[in-house]
Nanobody, 128 residues
Framework: QVQLVESGGGLVQAGGSLRLSCAAS????????MGWFRQAPGKEREFVAA????????YYADSVKGRFTISRDNAKNTVYLQMNSLKPEDTAVYYC?????????????????????WGQGTQVTVSS
């Protein structure tokens, strides 16, 4: 079992930046593909970004490409989401997720059902 705990959310003005962190428990974190998703009120959970087990491959939703960066530190069992040039439409609860398929370099995992473990989420609010 893997537990994921997100942090770093908050209120920021449009154009600002935030860095989200997701700390994972368990020894097998370094073998998992990790993803970030978000869910705005009244909307379905949507894919944001994913990163391979080594960090060598990343994949982004078109809506965040060029503004967000996903990274990971396997020594710290942590995955990050650096969010720059934030827009009001980025307002949502952000979730990290883990795909327990081991050592995969395939990162185009956009479906919520492709991930096995989820955190509780952290709120990001971008004011205009």
């Amino acid at each position: 079992q893997v537990q994921l705990v997100e942090s770093g959310g908050g209120l920021v003005q449009a154009g600002g930046s935030l860095r989200l962190s997701c700390a994972a428990s368990g020894r097998t974190f370094s073998s998992y593909t990790m993803g970030w998703f978000r869910q705005a009120p009244g909307k379905e959970r949507e894919f944001v970004a994913a990163i391979s087990w080594s960090g060598g491959s990343t994949y982004y939703a078109d809506s965040v490409k060029g503004r967000f960066t996903i990274s990971r530190d396997n020594a710290k069992n942590t995955v990050y989401l650096q969010m720059n040039s934030l827009k009001p439409e980025d307002t949502a609860v952000y979730y990290c997720a883990a795909d327990r398929g081991t050592y995969s370099n395939y990162v185009r995992r956009e479906g919520v059902n492709e991930y096995d473990y989820w955190g509780q989420g952290t709120q990001v609010t971008v004011s205009s």
